[in-house]
């Protein structure tokens, strides 16, 4: 799997469909890439940016309820190394309903913010550059 052209979508499920994408929009300055409703009974939003090779996909099983985040330690992590480009991103997290709060794993809270999204599910801003 080293195709450049490769993409990773993120899927999961949640009961409040248009709530959890607007959130994710709005805190991550992510647009709507596609939506489905009624796909043998699932409704869908696909986020992300139009040029990165990844995003998330919300979806809802009409007529089902599912459970909030498993554990505190469910995450998402963005990698935002400029100190000024961070501080907006979270200041942009938090006007968009995310709550922060402290991580389960301490590690994160060292460069870090975490927040918690309306399903208990964490986003973690990372104000250190990816080191392999």
Known sequence: MTHKNNRLRIARPTNRLYLIAQMYCKGLDFDVLGHFNDHQGFDG???????????????????????????????????????????????????????????????????GKTFTDLDGYRVVLQNTDWDR
């Open 45 to 111: 939003v696909i986020v992300g940016h139009p040029h990165h090779a990844y995003h998330l996909e919300f979806t809802h099983h009409r007529g089902t309820t599912v459970p909030d985040a498993p554990t505190a330690d469910n995450l998402l992590v963005f990698y935002i190394p400029d100190e000024a480009e961070w501080r907006a991103a979270c200041t942009k997290m938090e006007l968009a309903g995310f709550l922060v709060v402290v991580s389960y794993n301490p590690y994160w809270d060292q460069h």
